[in-house]
């Protein structure tokens, strides 16, 4: 697909320059071009610059696109999702807002356990279509590649089942799909006196049967008093590693037991939620070059403490930002909310936000090599928003103000 974008008000690139993320006071840096212009040959970007620079031989076949008016971003990348479940949960938000925690819900038997229920009676095909309407409404607001779990199966039929969902919504190609293997999301009720046992599952045939068949891009777990202790997160994560797969974590989100430091203590790419993490994980964060993804949604949707995001930039440890879209503790995909809130209630610049939903989401993806800005090279994959400028898309909030998506190179009917 050749693309000539023209007269675009504000292009937003986030360049890169090769860099995987950008930290600290470079998250600001948006490398922002007035009035300009975008070529895109076989889906790649090929050109960008100032309109009055460009000089470029355009292919014979090419759609054009006036951008006159429209501020242009790239895709928002998503890196922290459970985009796949049956069922939903509005008791529950019922249930909080007469002042019951997330904690005692899911102590009562609530909370993941009952998404588990409620997917392990679904089809795989009752899945994928309940996914395919929310990708649908992830990409119309901006989000062109997604990270989605598997975590609500918790025996080794639903797993897979969950898993084969997500790679076949993937091979669909509505939006860019990263797979990540999420077992260890809860004890499952089978397993509540013998979780070394289900550990044990997962170790020796479910990682190593969806790691065979390329299954996976990612191994998650779920660290945290009442879910996976930092020993049975170490024998999980190891034996994902082992097997050539990168790592990620649910890491400090209800409670302190040195889930972040685990995971840079094992290189993941990213700890995630950190709500909780206290000095020693920020440093060690930083050390290992961990990507820090925040989900400020979480925070919103369940009343509770927001993640230290300012100290941890401060830090020098790349930020990310992600929706955590889910039933249970995020009811939203909308990355322009989770940037508003991360600016009003984490106090990030709205420079510092866009550097975290894009570039900083890719890296934590291990894409920023094709994604997450808009230059040279990398896949196009740019919204076009009519706003007055880019600082609007998230000031002007809970408004969806998309007008034209580019994934991909392709311009999509919407
Ligand atoms: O990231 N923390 C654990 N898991 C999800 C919640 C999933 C659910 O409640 O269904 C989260 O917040
Ligand atoms: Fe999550």
């Known amino acids: 697909m050749n693309l000539l974008i023209k007269n675009i008000k504000q292009l937003v690139t986030v360049s890169a320059a090769g860099k995987r993320f ?14 300009a212009t975008v070529l895109i040959e076989n889906g790649r970007i090929s050109w960008t610059g100032r309109t009055s620079d460009f000089e470029q031989t355009v292919p014979d076949s090419i759609d054009t696109l006036d951008a006159e008016g429209l501020v242009a971003l790239p895709g928002f990348v998503d890196s922290h999702t459970h985009a796949l479940f049956a069922g939903t949960r509005e008791n529950e938000f019922a249930l909080r807002s007469a002042g019951k925690s997330y904690t005692e819900i899911a102590s009562a038997g609530g909370g993941i356990l009952s998404t588990v229920a409620a997917v392990r ?3 795989k095909k009752e ?3 309940n996914a395919r309407k929310h990708l649908d409404g992830m990409l119309r607001s901006g989000t062109t590649t997604v990270e989605i779990k598997s975590g609500y199966g918790l025996n080794e039929p639903d797993e897979i089942k969950m898993m084969d969902a997500i790679n076949e919504l993937a091979d669909e190609q509505l939006i860019g799909i990263a797979a ?11 397993y509540t006196e013998n979780t070394g046992e289900y550990v044990q599952l ?3 045939r479910i990682l190593p049967y969806l790691a065979r068949r390329k299954a996976l891009q990612f191994c998650d777990v779920f660290c945290d008093n009442g879910f996976f202790s930092v020993d049975q997160a170490r024998t999980i994560l190891e034996a994902a590693r082992t097997l ?3 790592i990620k974590m649910h890491a400090d ?3 302190q037991i040195g889930a972040s430091v685990l995971a840079a203590e094992l290189g993941a790419v990213s700890a995630d939620h950190l709500e909780k993490i206290d000095d020693a994980g920020i440093a060690a964060l930083q050390r290992a070059g961990t990507i820090a993804t925040v989900l400020p949604g979480v925070s919103f949707f369940l009343n509770e403490e927001y993640s230290p995001a300012r100290k941890i930039i401060g830090a020098g440890v790349p930020l990310a930002i992600a929706s955590d ?3 249970g503790s995020n009811m939203s995909f909308s990355m322009p909310l989770m940037m508003t809130i991360a600016c009003t209630q984490m106090r990030l610049t709205p420079e510092e936000a866009i550097t975290a939903a894009t570039l900083n989401g890719a890296a934590a993806l291990n894409m920023s090599g094709q994604t997450g800005s808009i230059e040279p090279g990398k896949q196009a994959d740019i919204i076009f928003y009519d706003v007055p400028n880019y600082r609007s898309i998230v000031y002007h909030y809970g408004t969806n103000f998309a007008a034209h998506i580019v994934k991909h190179g392709t311009l999509l009917d919407y």
């Open 253 to 255: 989100q209800l409670s």
């Open 244 to 246: 050539g797969i990168s």
């Open 180 to 190: 990540t293997f999420l077992g260890a999301h809860a004890v499952p009720p089978e």
């Open 325 to 327: 879209f889910n039933p």
């Open 121 to 123: 009676a679904a089809t």
């Open 22 to 35: 950008k930290a600290g006071p470079e998250m600001n840096d948006l490398g922002i071009v007035e009035n």
């Open 127 to 129: 899945l994928k279509k």
């Open 202 to 204: 997962i170790c020796s």
